[in-house]
């Protein structure tokens, strides 16, 4: 009777331990990280009875989580795939709202500013067309202003964003490192057995860490996990917890890097390409600051152009034309890494060369690198870095002054504060130089069929540029310059002096004479200001193969395309996140259905033990009456 009591107990009790575990599961269907769980149980050993071996009932050995870790695996990668990629598409999204509304304004502002040249144009002398002018410019700088302000303001939203994940990440790690010892702890009090709720509330953690960034994890002998980011980085390690830290960026205070506690500073924010730390990264680096860079190229070539040819022309006071904008030209920036005082200066020598892209120029074993920052590609350097002879390369010009120490680095950023500080520089609408700074006329006593051309002026800083001179013809093929030397004359061919052209065509008589003088006086000109108008389409970006108008364009359609691209990545990884997440619900979610059925087959077991135990009772209480009878 023993027998039938003690298997019928364990029965029991396994039972009711199967519904409890069963009904936790459906208990815990809608909660997060929840594994479910199985009794795992077990045949008692058997006992014999002097003539073969009964059995004993039935043991429960533990309760076990469904769990994989390869599929788990899989989730938080593709956790940290989607945290990036949503990210990044993010403020590319943004950047395409401005580039496509803002910047679109810039295009707006350029055709006004232009148009008003061409109206400068119709009628030099009028105040009113100039004063408009001046107005337009000002809509211009105003325009670039905006959008720059708006992007800069993405990057103040970037540190606040990298604060926010890194906080959390802190409080993240904190708590799996409490778990650990809390799962080490309970393994061993269960005498190998671990406490799967702990264990649960550890995974899902990890799994919301693989949202804000990349995460791999090893599983220690007693249960304990250790945890590492980015390309190794240990967070959570042998009870200890690595806390991150932001750092200004080594080149630029204004931008937050991501450090540790054990890095001695340094920034590990390039081994960070994942999550949504990562993807804010990669949003300033790959959305944000080309965005910026992109206008403040437009910007820069504006400012140039414009007032370039404004020193070619005079205004209404006789004067050359003073600069219509003001603008920051090419930035280099030190690392607060360098050990020497040595400070760079950059300008820009060649307008139609200037990139995009930004640089990283380094000292080592006693020469200067260059290297795009975006590409990672080295760019040839020529020159000494010296004023007489600068460094010069990607239509930049270089000087160092001071003595570098090897390992010396600056950023150079060619065109990213230009947009920002775009302003008017002139007031006064007389100093619009409308008319060209020279003029050209043939001697009254020609008597040569020779025509000369009205000039250009190619050089406004020239000192000799409004000096009179007079080219005379000392026979039908040849002439003096201002009475001294004697060219080869070929009709049509251009003359280049004092920094103008002309070209004299036809056959000019022996001492024929033409003469090229300032053009003070000649207000009613318009030469220069159709000149200004004109620069809207003329090719002066990409080695001369972009106008200005040209390269707005194309900054908003390529901002639209990767916009687009980013969108389209994003819609494939939330498929990718989607069939994770359902792998992993197959294999450690709870089905109700099946939790219903086997709390029927629980229950039904259960049923069948205390039958067999009233049984045995029965049988019991027989043998008693029995016993009692004889």
Known sequence: MSDIFGISVSALQAFQNAISVTSNNVANASTPGYDRESINLAAGPPQSNGTALIGSGVVVNGVSRAYSQTTFNQLNASQSSLGQINALQGYANQINNIFGTTAGGVSTALQGFYNAWSTVAANPTSTGARQALLGQAQTLATSFQSTSGQIASLNSSINTQITLDVQQINSIATSISQLNSQIAVGTAQAGGQPPNELLDQRDQLITNLSKLVGVSTTTNTNNTVDVFIGNGQPLVLQGQTTQLTTIPSAFDPSQLDISTSASNGNSISGNLTSGDLGGLLAARSQVIDPAQNQLGQIALAVAQTVNSQQGKGLDLNGQLGAALFSVSGPQASASTRNTSAVTASVGVANLGQLTTDNYVLAYRAGAYTLTDATTGANVALTGAGTAASPLQAAGLSIVLSGTPASGDQFLIQPTGAAAGSFAVALGDPTQIAAASAIQTSAGSANTGSATISAGTVLDGTNPNLLATTTIQFTSPTTYSVNGAGSYAYTSGSNITLNGW???????????????????????????????????????VLDNGQVSVNAAVSDAITAIGSQTQQLTTAQTAQTAVNTQAQNAMQSVSGVNLNEEAASLLQWQQAYDAAAKALQIGSSLFQTLLTAVRSA
Not at 519 to 533: I, K, T, W, Y
């Open 501 to 539: 052209q002309v070209a004299i065509s036809g056959t000019p008589a022996t001492g024929d004479s033409f003469t090229v003088a300032s053009n003070v006086g000649g207000s009613g000109d318009n030469r220069n200001a159709l000149a200004v108008a004109g620069q809207q389409n003329a090719g």
